[in-house]
């Protein structure tokens, strides 16, 4: 659904813990997501992708799962350091939209030390 | 690490001047895009931009709003009459391929229309 105004979901964990991010989002026609993670004053950075023909996909410490029966997507950072505090936001390219990405809302992520 | 570098971080105008917002993408990509994000809103896009011309927009990219790459390097969005709703951090980004969703965000031009 929408976000809008100055509230962000939080999830806040321990350090060393595994973190879940999770988005949802409302285009069935929609073939392509990607997390982004943003920090305080910098711009947007790409972590992970995925296209709608998997369900999975893993990089270096974070894996991606997307579940297209629920229309959700979830961020997954195992063993979550300091410096992954952030707002991660996802994205998804509705279909035949070429390069236009539609951001979610975000999540803030808080990482106790 | 090349990185996308935009000016300047932040900008103050009267509303109904010009303003142009500047970029410099990363030196071997070739697909440029202006976003912006409202505070406390969602990253929005604006434009997508190859081989000197635009090849998307959204409805905010109005007539209000262009887009050029004036030279090898630099890569411009103006805003030819600023609104008070253009208040935003604008952010530029570039990518090597075209249909991807691994993009290089500059850290930000905020703009304040008063």
């Known amino acids: 659904g929408e976000s809008v105004g100055l509230h962000l979901p939080t999830l806040s964990v321990q350090e060393g813990d595994n973190s879940i991010i999770n988005c949802a989002y409302s285009n069935s026609a929609s073939d392509y997501f990607i997390w982004y993670k943003q920090e305080s004053g910098k711009g947007p950075q790409f972590i992970i992708d995925?296209?709608?023909?998997?369900d999975k996909r893993q990089g270096q410490r974070v894996t991606v799962l997307l579940n297209k029966t629920v229309k959700h997507l979830s961020l997954q950072i195992a063993a979550t350091q300091p410096g992954d505090s952030a707002v991660y936001f996802c994205a998804e390219r509705r279909n035949n939209a070429g390069n236009m990405l539609t951001f979610g809302g975000g999540t803030r992520l808080m990482v106790k030390p | 690490e090349p990185e996308v570098t935009q000016t300047p971080s932040h900008q103050v105008t009267q509303m109904g001047q010009e303003v142009i917002l500047r970029c410099v993408p990363i030196?071997?990509?070739?697909?440029f895009y202006w976003y912006r994000q409202i505070l406390g809103q969602k990253v929005e896009f604006l434009v997508s931009f190859y081989n000197n011309e635009i090849s998307e927009k959204s409805e905010i990219f109005d007539d209000q709003f262009s887009v050029e790459r004036p030279d090898g390097s630099n890569f411009t969005l103006k805003i030819r009459s600023t609104k008070l709703e253009d208040s935003a951090m604008y952010f530029c980004?570039?990518?090597?391929?075209?249909?991807?969703?691994?993009?290089?965000f500059g850290e930000g031009s905020r703009l304040t229309v008063l």
């Open positions: 995925i296209r709608s023909n998997m």
């Open positions: 980004a570039s990518s090597a391929r075209e249909y991807t969703g691994e993009l290089f």
């Open positions: 030196s071997n990509h070739l697909y």
